[in-house]
């Protein structure tokens, strides 16, 4: 699996993004699909995470209201859609594509910057 990532850029505070993450190869077998981030000095950290069949969705307490994360299966892309960004969101955001059974299928994408200013 291959994810590519994009959608990043710089927003002042109270702006909004959209990342998309577009999936290609065998998707087949990947049951859960995320978007993490990680601020300079810090872990990665779960930003928003949703089952393959849209029925599960989990969101940090940080970003809850704020962010919606969806997917469009004929695309096979999975978005984040951020509002009402905070200069604490800066971060590179990353994708995730897995297995929550078969751990050892785990994915990530190559990241995209995201910058809010104040």
């Known amino acids: 699996v291959q994810l590519q990532a994009s959608g990043g850029g710089l927003v002042q505070t109270g702006g909004s993004l959209r990342l998309s993450c577009a999936a290609s190869?065998?998707?087949?077998?990947?049951?859960?699909w995320g978007w993490y981030r990680q601020a300079p000095g810090k872990q990665r950290e779960l930003v928003a995470t949703?089952?393959?069949?849209?029925?599960?969705?989990n969101y940090a307490d940080s970003v809850k209201g704020r962010f919606t994360i969806s997917r469009e299966n004929a695309k096979n892309t999975v978005y984040l859609q951020m509002n009402s960004l905070k200069p604490e969101d800066t971060a590179v955001y990353y994708c995730?594509?897995?297995?929550?059974?078969?751990?050892?299928?785990?994915?990530w994408g190559q990241g995209t910057q995201v910058t809010v200013s104040s």
């Open positions: 949703m089952s393959t069949d849209g029925g599960s969705t």
């Open positions: 995730n594509a897995k297995n929550m059974v078969f751990t050892r299928y785990n994915y």
């Open positions: 190869g065998t998707i087949f077998g990947i049951n859960a």
